[in-house]
């Protein structure tokens, strides 16, 4: 990939992936001891997916998560302090406790919304990208998927009338490996994911999605391909959780279930997209890992505060319970 | 149009007379849904929308019910109203993922934040030996849902009204009309008008007995009432016209007057709004002169052969000998 980023872009990127890891990172100790207690979905690993979108994105394009979407919001601009409360469930949270770590829906910054239903967000996409397209606005629209929803009948339904209507969409499969706990193996047959586009004579591309630099590029491409109204794209980005599941530990949060092999993780550990970064602007004698430390340190104390925040804030009162069922 | 007859308009007309002018009033409202170029699926009530506001805000969509009609919630979320068509609601089974798991909990799970504007407009195809999967009416199915509301309205006038009032609603709202009811004809407004969604309508004032009706129904019941005042019955009518909310209040003061009550539901008995009604009934206290009666469809699927058809659904007959019934007279 021959594109070079400024010094400044490429910080920006360093910053937004380390904000995402030490985030989801400092879910693990209240996620243990209980203080946290919705199950939560850690992105640690996949961060450079939702940080490749950031340098051409526009307030005004929209984003439309799954579970794991804490990454998806931190890169749309959203309020980690209100993130970090809902997470909690507590009243001070971007839905005030009522939806917790799965729902991350704050339309002030083009999150529309997440939700855990396996593909059920992507025809919600379809439908923001069918408003740009009906007011001839050059935005974009964002569906984030996994592996896992490639197995329902929604997405194909989806990416077939957004090749008819060549609507603004980038189908964003965050492929990794595993639906839950099984492995992609016995999930679909040995036939790249991305390739699911091309059926439908869309612009699909695979990319290593631990690259920083390679998923910039193919979002940037993806981007300019839908603001040109020449979409829809289909991008398969092979990436990696570190985590479970769901919370820190699929083995120690009383069951068994994560049957991944060390090996397998170590080896994706090598591919941890912060540290290739790290490596590739020290080598490149872009930065000093002065400077690098130093981001981390801020990004710490910016999670700190959001923790202690939602500490304090009160939980939703009981007698609200039957609040927001309709407006 | 002289002032003292008013304008006469079929209840299929009344419908496109709503979708003409709401979408002439907003143009961010969209239209989707299989056939709405198709008069075969959805009669004459999309007539002319797509010569008029073009096939970007009027779409005619491949067979895709679960993604097209998460993609009317999408559009209703960022921006532009949508109202997604069912021509037999049936095939809304595929959707209940972007109905039920999405834009009914939308609301609640952004803590009160984002609302969903969108109508899923549903489209009962009873009779004609269609069998089960084209004659369904599941409006109880969806009336259990927290977070939706859902009309079912019986005349023009109710179908015009109702249908703008989902449109403007902030909230999902199920529309759920009865293919029978198509050539209907009856007072329609020309100008834009809202019927209040929740609140029943009393089409007739009574004291012997108070008959709940809906949809198709309260066409039924509308019939039967003159045979019942030659029996000596004086019925009060209520047609609900919206399922939830349910007016409840109206229900509980008109049963208090008199002492008698039938429900007549087009859809299911078990577990369906029949059910909701007496239980609510019962839960209010008031005297009975005799016990609730129902009358539904039986727990069955809707059958094919006309001679089944016939045992299984409602008519005139069928409701006219079982109110005679409660009166203990006879009904020859």
Known sequence: ?????????LLNLYKQMVLIRRTEESFVEPILNGRIKCPVHLYSGEEAVAVGFSAYLKKEDVFFGNHRSHGHYIVKGGNLEAMVAEIYCKEDGCAGGRGGSMHIIDKSVGMLGAAPIVAGTISLTLGAALGFKYEKKKNVAVAFFGDGGTGEGVLFESINFAALRKLPIIFSCENNYYSTHLPIRETRPNYPVYKIGRAFGIKSFQVDGNDILKTTAVCEKAISTCRKGEGPVFIEFKTYRL?????????????????????????WKKKDPIKRLERYMLKNRICEQ?????????????????????????????????????? | MSLDKPRELEYSLAINEA?????????????????????????????GLVEKFGEKRVIDTPVSENAMTGMAIGASIAGYPSIVVHP???????????????????????GGKV???????????????QAAQHSQALHGLFAHIPGLKVVMPSTPYDAKGLMISAVLDPN???????????????????????????KAAVR??????????????????????????????????IDLRSIKPLDTNTILKSVKKTGRVIIIDVGWKSFGISAEISARIAESGINLKSPIKRLALPDTPAPASRTLEAAYYLNEKKIYESICKIFKKGSS
Request: charged share 25%.
């Open chain 1, 243 to 267: 985590r479970g599941h769901v919370g820190p530990s699929d083995n120690i949060q009383g069951t068994q279930t994560d049957i991944r092999p060390i090996q397998e993780i170590e080896k």
């Open chain 1, 290 to 327: 002065k400077e690098l430390l130093n981001i981390s340190k801020k990004v710490e104390s910016q999670v700190f505060a959001a923790h202690q925040k939602a500490q304090i804030s009160n939980f939703p009162k009981g007698e609200e319970v039957e609040y927001y069922v309709f407006r």
């Open chain 2, 19 to 47: 979708l003409h002018q709401m979408m002439n009033e907003n143009r961010s409202i969209l239209l989707m849904g299989q056939g709405v170029k198709s008069p075969w699926y959805v009669g004459n009530t999309c007539n």
């Open chain 2, 115 to 129: 609302s969903v504007p969108v109508v899923f407009w549903g489209i009962i195809n009873r009779g004609g030996e």
């Open chain 1, 1 to 9: 990939m021959k594109i070079s980023y400024k010094k400044k872009e």
């Open chain 2, 88 to 110: 037999r609601m049936d095939f809304m089974l595929y959707a209940f993922d972007p109905i039920i798991n999405q834009a009914a909990n939308w609301f609640y799970m952004s």
């Open chain 2, 172 to 198: 999902p709202v199920v529309f759920i009309d009865e293919r029978l009811l198509y050539s209907n004809k009856g007072v329609v407004p020309t100008e834009l008008y809202s019927v209040p969604i929740g």
């Open chain 2, 204 to 237: 007739k004032k009574g004291k012997d007995i108070t008959i709940i009706s809906v949809s198709y129904s309260a066409f039924l019941v509308e019939k039967v009432t003159p045979k019942l005042i030659e029996n000596g019955i004086d019925a009060e009518v």
